[in-house]
């Protein structure tokens, strides 16, 4: 389990929580790229069951909320 975490932080520079985070939330841009679901379903649909924690890493993420970022890429 440490020589994973270590192995994990040298190569991405990241926390085994924050890969997991960011994959979701890459995740979460296909899915409101590509599909009608709200806000809320897709974020519960990559896991997270807060939509303001969702929306708070989206917008680290993307610095945009994930409802601008849907109309944007859905116009």
């Known amino acids: ?6 192995k994990l932080v040298a190569l991405t520079g990241m926390t085994p929580v924050e890969f997991i985070r960011k994959i979701r939330i890459q ?14 379903e897709v974020a519960y649909k990559v896991g997270f069951n807060n939509r303001k924690y969702f929306t708070k890493y989206f917008k ?5 909320l994930p409802s601008v970022f849907a109309n944007i890429e859905n116009n």
């Open 1 to 6: 389990r440490a020589h994973l975490y270590k």
């Open 27 to 40: 995740r979460a841009a296909q899915l409101l790229k590509k599909s009608q679901l709200t806000v809320s």
């Open 60 to 64: 680290q993420e993307y610095n945009m």
